[in-house]
C-alpha cells in the first residue's frame, strides 16, 4: 500500500484508537474502511490485477455465469458449475488476499463469490423447463458435497476458553456461525451451549448472568496430596448440567439443528481419542462427554460416559474405560470431522495457552529465511528428545506420559483462518479459578473484536457452502418427500 500524506497521519492515528473502542461491528467496520481509503487498502481492493491469483480466470468465469444467468439457461448454467466450482478456483482463498485491507479483499474476488451464490439462488428458487425439481436435487447434493463446507473448531485452555464466547457472538451475529462446531476441554463446553440452544434462545447466553461460570471447587490440600484431582468434579458437572442440561448428542441435534462434536482422550493407553456426535455416538449425554473432555490430568479424574437406552433410561456408556482431556489425542479433530461431515474449511478459534504465543493470524507465504527454519529444527529435535527419553524411560513406567506428550506435539493447531486472544500474566493466573461475570463479559469482548478482524474473510470464504445449504433447506421444505435424499 501506498504511504499516506503526511497530512492524514494525525487523522489515522486517530482512528486506529477509534478503532480499537468500536462498540459494535457496524462501527468497526464503518471505521476500518475509512482507515482502508486513507492507508491505499481500498485503492488495491479496486485494482484487479494482482499476481496473488488468477485475475484473468475469475474475470472469465465471472462473465460467463452472469451471462447464462442473463440468458436464463439454467442447464448449462448448473452445468457450468458442476464441472468448475470449487473453494480456491484461480487460488482467491490465498490468505495473501485477505491481509491488505482490514475490510474485504480484491472487489473481483467478492464480486465473483456473489454471483456464484446469486446463481445457486437461482437455480434453486427459479422454474425452468428443462430443469426440474429432481434436476436441482442431483445438482445441490452433488455439487455441494464436491465443494464442501466449513467447521468452526473450539480448542481447550480452561477459563482461557471463555474467549470462544466471543467468537460464537460476533459469528451468530453476522449469520455466519457454521453449523458444524468442534470442541475440546474448555471448547467442548461452549461448543454444546451452542449446540443444545436454538438460534432465538442463543443470544441470552452472552448477556450478564445468561451461563452459570461456577466451574471450580478446589478439593483440600489433603486430597492433593493424596495424589488425586485437585478440583471437585461434582461442582463442574453441576455447572455443565445447568448450563446444558440433559440432552443426549441426538437430541441436541434434532433442537437445534447444529453438529456438535466432542474430542475425548482415553485414560487407557490402548485406546485411541474419539469424537462423539450425534452419528457416532447418538445417545451419549453431552454433559458427560463434557465432563470427560474437561478431565485435565490432575486436574479433575477420568470419567465414565453415561447414555440412554433403548428404554429412555441412563445407563453407563462402555462401563469398563474411562476418558480425559480431548486436547491430549486430538485438540482439532479435523480429519473425523471432515470424513463425517464433509467438512474442506475451518475456522479455529485456538485459547491454548501452550499453543497461542507461537501462533499468528497472518500466514504469508513463501516461508523463507531462518524463523521457519529455526522452528522445525527445535519441533524435530524435540521430537527426537522424545524418542531417546521413551526408550530410556520406559522400564520406569514413564512411557505412557512421554506418549501423551509426543501426540500432542504432533497435533495441527491452525486452521485456514485463525482466531488468536492476547493472553497476559494475569488470564494465567485464572486458568483454574471461577471468573466473575465483569471477567466473563471481558472476554466475549476480547474474542468478539478478535472475530471483526476476520468477519469478511469468513463471509467471503464461506459464502458459497452456506449458499448451498441454504438452497438445500429451501428444496427440502418445498418438497418434504425430499427429505430423504438430500443431505443436511
Not at 430443469?131 to 482461557?160: E, N, P, W, Y
Not at 478439593?219 to 461442582?235: E, I, T, V
Not at 487407557?268 to 445417545?283: K, M
Not at 477420568?302 to 480425559?324: G, T
Amino acid at each position: 500500500m501506498r504511504n499516506p500524506p503526511r497530512h492524514s497521519e494525525q487523522l489515522i492515528q486517530r482512528l486506529r484508537q477509534d478503532l480499537d473502542r468500536a462498540a459494535d461491528y457496524a462501527a468497526w467496520k464503518q471505521i476500518a474502511e475509512e482507515l482502508d481509503r486513507l492507508e491505499g487498502g481500498e485503492a488495491w481492493r479496486q485494482d484487479d490485477t494482482c499476481e496473488d491469483f488468477d485475475h484473468l480466470l475469475i474475470k472469465e468465469r465471472l462473465a460467463g455465469m452472469r451471462e447464462l444467468r442473463r440468458q436464463g439457461d439454467a442447464r448449462q448454467l448448473a452445468f457450468n458449475l458442476y464441472e468448475g466450482l470449487h473453494g480456491n478456483l484461480g487460488n482467491i482463498s490465498n490468505p495473501v488476499l485477505y491481509q491488505v485491507a482490514r475490510v474485504g479483499t480484491k472487489r473481483l474476488v467478492e464480486e465473483y463469490l456473489d454471483e456464484v451464490a446469486r446463481c445457486l439462488d437461482y437455480l434453486c428458487a427459479g422454474d425452468f423447463a428443462n430443469f426440474s425439481h429432481d434436476d436441482k436435487i442431483v445438482f445441490f447434493k452433488r455439487t455441494g458435497t464436491v465443494f464442501g463446507r466449513s467447521a468452526l473448531m473450539l480448542s481447550g485452555g480452561a477459563t482461557l476458553g471463555m474467549f470462544h464466547l466471543g467468537v460464537i457472538k460476533a459469528l451468530h451475529e453476522q449469520g455466519l456461525l457454521p453449523r458444524v462446531i468442534s470442541g475440546s476441554s474448555a471448547g467442548s463446553i461452549i461448543a454444546s451451549v451452542v449446540g443444545s440452544r436454538t438460534d432465538a434462545e442463543l443470544g441470552r447466553v452472552f448477556e450478564p448472568g445468561g451461563l452459570d461460570i461456577a466451574a471450580f471447587q478446589r478439593f483440600g490440600l489433603r486430597n492433593a496430596l493424596s495424589g488425586k484431582a485437585l478440583m471437585d468434579p461434582a461442582q463442574l458437572e453441576r455447572c455443565v448440567g445447568v448450563n446444558i442440561g440433559d440432552l443426549s448428542f441426538l437430541e441436541a441435534f434434532e433442537r437445534s439443528r447444529r453438529i456438535v462434536g466432542i474430542t475425548i482422550s482415553p485414560a487407557d493407553p490402548h485406546h485411541q481419542g474419539r469424537l462423539l456426535n450425534y452419528l457416532s455416538a447418538p445417545h451419549v449425554l453431552m454433559r458427560k462427554a463434557v465432563m470427560a473432555s474437561c478431565a485435565v490430568p490432575g486436574v479433575f479424574p477420568p470419567v465414565m460416559l453415561e447414555a440412554r437406552n433403548y428404554d429412555d433410561q441412563v445407563v453407563p456408556y462402555m462401563p469398563a474405560k474411562r476418558w480425559i482431556d480431548g486436547t491430549l489425542s486430538n485438540d482439532l479433530p479435523m480429519l473425523r470431522v471432515a470424513r463425517l461431515h464433509n467438512v474442506n474449511h475451518y475456522i479455529v478459534s485456538q485459547t491454548n495457552p501452550h499453543i497461542v504465543p507461537f501462533m499468528s493470524e497472518k500466514i504469508l507465504e513463501p516461508k523463507r529465511g531462518i524463523a521457519p527454519l529455526a522452528k522445525e529444527l527445535i519441533a524435530q529435535g524435540s521430537r527426537g528428545a522424545l524418542q531417546l527419553a521413551r526408550k530410556h524411560l520406559d522400564p520406569y513406567g514413564s512411557g505412557r506420559v512421554i506418549n501423551k506428550v509426543d501426540a500432542m506435539m504432533r497435533q495441527r493447531y491452525s486452521g485456514d483462518i485463525n482466531i488468536l486472544p492476547r493472553h497476559t500474566p494475569r488470564h494465567l493466573l485464572k486458568l483454574f479459578a471461577n471468573l466473575s461475570q465483569d471477567d466473563l463479559q471481558s472476554y466475549i469482548r476480547e474474542g468478539e473484536r478478535a472475530t471483526w478482524r476476520q468477519i469478511e474473510r469468513i463471509r467471503y470464504q464461506t459464502r458459497i457452502s452456506r449458499a448451498f445449504e441454504d438452497c438445500l433447506k429451501l428444496l427440502k421444505d418445498r418438497h418434504p418427500s425430499a427429505r430423504l435424499q438430500a443431505f443436511g
